[in-house]
């Protein structure tokens, strides 16, 4: 019923050219073509190479996603996306690495490993330079080591800034601030160097090539770039700076996420991820534990301002609405790479699913009421009732405090969540209400739960 015919096109030597003869009615049948006679070879085509596509990725997923990131490593959302799968498929993406790394995405080891084409600031001639370089001599040692190795013209500062910052360097060196510091110094020394060589004025390194010297099988080498200055001692950046270098460069977070630290502490919200917004009913309240990465402000006709927000979390990226009775009670907490816990609802329109954001508060300042419970407490009726009543005078329509039950037995102690219907929404009253109730009750920060 398929039929693949191969014909030499006339005029021109070993050019072929490849069309596909198909039954119309098996075609409507299978599904292959539409019933208004959609171009059939085109049909054939398109089934083709979802086959192929679906095979290579079935059979050989690290290899194809690689391939994949590497096609649009020039699109932001769609690598994002990729990315997305590629940690659902288990597979590992791992940051650039100045002495593993080739010019695209590359299969290592069981993982993915970023190419330099994908980073900011590093054009071709840079990276043939690395290459070059790192073929001929070797892994390179450090910063010192490189820089006197690459071109320099091909491979100038803010090339080697924004190798730093992604993490290029982090098995070298794994302190970036340091490196940073030390660039200008090693950067103008290795290009002294360089002119010395250019005008044959070598060091007597360079002269000699080093030297070796061997004792009970070891060898040391006295090398160059070990002359190579160095800065001052600092510590390093702190993790959440060194995450927004990266997705400035990268375009997304590869080494970490700043959510991923706070996927267990979370789940005391009951947050949903937003790979499932879609799957949600329209009138429930929603929780969800974001990153903010974009925030559109917009002037509604009525000249009220409101915003539309670009957030994800690790598992999916979204769209967020902000309306003016809430933008302007919530509005000073939309700042860029905030990580923020968000309430709302969702919303479909034109096969678009949206988050309609009611409330929003800055990760590091949600509380939770810690309430302590004896044994006795935890099974009497009349103690649990007391408890009820209390919390249920705490709560209300905007409660989205949760409460969290501690029961002490001896050395055993275990944490019990009250549901929803039993949140507050203000954490100092309810404990005042708690103590005074002869439940002994603290304010917890999630982030330290």
Not at 306 to 326: C, G, H, R, W, Y
Not at 369 to 378: C, F, G, I
Request: net charge neutral; glycine share 6%.
């Amino acid at each position: 019923m398929v039929k693949i015919v191969i014909r030499k096109s006339l005029g021109e030597q070993n050019v072929y050219d490849i069309g596909v003869e198909l039954d119309h009615n098996f075609a409507i049948k299978n599904g292959l073509i539409a019933s208004n006679c959609f171009n059939k070879s085109h049909s054939t085509a398109y089934g083709y190479v979802t086959y192929q596509t679906a095979y290579l990725k079935a059979n050989f997923p690290l290899e194809y996603m690689a391939a994949l990131l590497t096609a649009n490593s020039g699109d932001t959302d769609k690598v994002q996306k990729y990315i997305s799968t590629c940690i659902s498929m288990n597979i590992q993406i791992e940051p650039p690495d100045i002495n593993r790394s080739g010019v695209d995405f590359t299969p290592v080891a069981g993982k993915i490993l970023f190419g330099f084409s994908a980073v900011r600031n590093v054009g071709q001639n840079a990276i043939a330079s690395i290459l070059e370089a790192r073929n001929e001599g070797g892994e390179f040692k450090s910063l010192g080591d490189f820089c006197d190795r690459v071109d320099l013209r091909a491979v100038n500062r803010r090339t080697l800034e924004s190798l730093i910052s992604c993490g290029a360097f982090d098995k070298i060196q794994p302190n970036r601030h340091q490196l940073i510091q030390d660039l200008p110094l090693v950067y103008e020394w290795a290009q002294s160097r360089a002119k010395d060589r250019a005008s044959g004025q070598g060091s007597i390194f360079d002269l000699l090539g080093g030297f070796n010297t061997t004792n009970t099988n070891t060898k040391t080498a006295n090398n160059a770039f070990e002359m190579a200055p160095k800065a001052q001692a600092v510590s390093d950046f702190p993790p959440q700076e060194k995450l927004r270098m990266e997705k400035e460069l990268l375009g997304f977070y590869v080494s970490d996420h700043p959510l991923k630290s706070l996927k267990q502490s979370s789940l005391v919200l009951a947050p949903i991820n937003l790979s499932q917004l879609g799957e949600q009913r329209e009138d429930t309240l929603l929780c969800a534990v974001v990153m903010l990465n974009g925030v559109k402000k917009v002037i509604t006709k009525k000249g009220d301002p409101m915003a539309i927000l670009q957030i994800e979390d690790l598992t999916s990226q979204s769209e967020a609405v902000v309306f003016p009775k809430n933008y302007e009670r919530i509005s000073s907490l939309l700042q860029v790479d905030a990580r923020l816990i968000i309430w709302g609802k969702v919303d479909r329109r034109d096969d678009q699913t949206q988050f309609i954001v009611e409330d929003a508060e800055v990760v590091d300042t949600v509380k939770l009421v810690m309430v302590e419970l004896t044994p006795l407490q935890a099974v009497n009726i009349e103690e649990r009732d007391r408890l009820r009543n209390i919390l249920k005078e705490q709560s209300g329509d905007k409660a989205k405090i949760p409460v969290i039950g501690v029961v002490q037995a001896g050395n055993s102690r275990q944490l019990v969540r009250f549901g929803r219907q039993f949140w507050v929404q203000d954490s100092l009253s309810t404990v005042i209400a708690l103590q005074n109730g002869r439940f002994p009750a603290q304010i917890k920060p999630l982030t330290g739960s």
